[in-house]
């Protein structure tokens, strides 16, 4: 019998959601995507070492500004990771720009046309990059612009509907609604666990899911952020699931065929009714949501954060590679 592994990838796209090159290359995503944190844990391993010196290295040459070459460094590091990362998956790998663009458009914009050229210019054609961006108002139109350029987008922090309708309006490639974050934040408000019949970050995927395939939209949906194995299993079916190291190991060592629980033909039966958005009504809709506002702001905050906590470490490797 097979793995629940093996069964999830018949009918699912698996994502690896880490920086760690080693369990990319035991668990064989199609896809992966990385994020600051992931990548100041990995680049200060051992065995990672040497892709934060060549970032170093590439960002004194660069230019003579501390604050430019520490700039150039974390876009490197980035890009390295993700050149390692295309070597053992045949998909996509997802890099990320940074939260301080998260109410910035034009900002966005500029990032993510530099972070595809450091791509380009390493020999990897756009098609196999995804450029990682906050699902605000201004990151949605900052994607839009980028796809009409043939610069792929992956919408993350995804916690509304709203966010969802824009995304789609604006036909970006993928999004990553956050199952387990919906689900911490019900979970703290109602003082218990959720059985997993009611979980909120599972049905709003659902929700969306079956909204994107009964209208025919072409952005596809990839469930993250789990907590635990029965949230991945209730979204089999699901266009693609990105899924943490640990919780591939479990679904690894579980035996049993896993029957998709999202469908196309299901979606296509639903009754729900289509929604047109523009920027006064996402805005509205959105913060009806006192979940989505809360942990969208929340995950902006973190993520700048830690990208910040990489911008200081950024600033003690170049200066060592400045010394050398």
Request: glycine share 4%.
């Amino acid at each position: 019998m097979s793995s629940q592994l093996e069964s999830l990838k018949k009918v699912t796209t698996v994502v690896a959601d880490t920086g760690d090159i080693e369990a990319i290359a035991r668990h064989r995503p199609q896809d992966a995507t990385t994020n600051p944190s992931l990548l100041l844990k990995a680049a200060q391993l051992p065995q990672y070492r040497g892709l934060a010196e060549q970032a170093a290295a590439h960002a004194a040459k660069q230019s003579a500004d501390r604050a430019a070459q520490t700039s150039i460094f974390m876009d490197q590091l980035a890009v390295n990771f993700g050149l390692e990362i295309l070597k053992l998956i045949p998909g996509r790998v997802s890099t990320e720009v940074d939260a301080s663009f998260s109410f910035d458009t034009a900002g966005t914009i500029d990032k993510a046309r530099s972070l595809i050229e450091r791509y380009r210019s390493a020999g990897i054609e756009r098609e196999r990059v995804l450029i990682k961006i906050g699902s605000t108002w201004e990151g949605i139109k900052a994607a839009e612009a980028l796809e009409r350029e043939g610069i792929h987008c992956n919408l993350t922090l995804l916690f509304s509907f709203a966010q969802a309708v824009a995304c789609a309006e604006a036909k970006v490639t993928l999004i990553s609604p956050f199952v387990g974050r919906i689900y911490d934040w019900h979970k703290k408000a109602r003082g218990a666990e959720i059985a997993i019949a009611e979980d909120p970050g599972v049905a709003s995927v659902q929700r969306i899911y079956t909204y994107y395939k009964k209208y025919d939209y072409k952005t596809q949906v990839m469930g993250a952020s789990f907590r635990k194995v029965e949230q991945i299993v209730e979204l089999a079916g699901c266009d693609l699931l990105t899924i943490s190291p640990d919780l591939l190991v479990k679904l690894e060592a579980a035996e049993g065929e896993l029957t998709p629980k999202l469908t196309v033909e299901a979606a296509k039966q639903s009754d729900a009714p289509r929604v047109t958005l523009d920027e006064k009504t996402y805005r509205f809709q959105h913060n009806q949501d006192a979940m989505a506002v809360e942990k969208l702001s929340e995950g902006i905050r973190s993520f700048y954060e830690d990208a910040r906590k990489l911008e200081r470490w950024a600033e003690t490797a170049v200066a060592k590679a400045n010394a050398a």
